[in-house]
């Protein structure tokens, strides 16, 4: 089966827009974005109020590996389209977590801790970056 979004023909920069207004109508205070040499989105970097302090959540696209499953999968995909379909995906997968917070299931912070930038020396190194590096952030056994 083929990955979602897979055949999407809107543009990374219209998907990158789309993601920008739903972060703002969600209570981003503010929105970057970080471009590479091609002129194309990077990563979306935002602020959100958490707890009385304001903290910043970095969103990247993983093009690598929508090409290495659209490769996978014998489906043709240039670096454009990878990078078309991976923002569409993490535009997707916002909206899907948007409708936890807009039913009262969860908050912005809980659901994008992941992503929240969590090294002052490094501003790229996300929570998860640190977690998946530092073994001593795992829990320990019971």
Same mark, same amino acid.
């Given at each position: ?13 219209? @998907? ?21 040499? *091609? ?15 304001? %903290?910043?959540? *970095? ?47 969860? @908050? ?25 590096? %530092? ?8």
């Amino acid at each position: 089966m083929a990955i979602k979004n897979y055949t999407t023909k809107i543009s990374a920069a219209q @998907t990158v827009g789309e993601i920008q207004e739903i972060l703002a109508i969600h209570g981003a205070k503010k929105v970057m974005l970080e471009y590479g040499d *091609r002129g194309t989105v990077l990563s979306v970097v935002f602020c959100l109020d958490c707890f009385g302090a304001i %903290q910043g959540f *970095r969103l990247e696209p993983k093009t690598a590996g929508v090409m290495r499953v659209m490769a996978k999968d014998k489906l043709k995909c240039d670096e454009t389209q990878a990078e078309r379909i991976a923002w569409r995906n993490i535009k997707d997968w916002i909206a899907a977590q948007i409708a936890l917070v807009e039913t009262g299931q969860a @908050t912005m912070e809980e659901l994008f801790l992941p992503m929240i930038l969590a090294d002052r020396n490094d501003n790229n190194k996300t929570l998860y970056d640190k977690f998946k590096t %530092q073994s001593n952030l795992l829990m320990e056994e019971a």
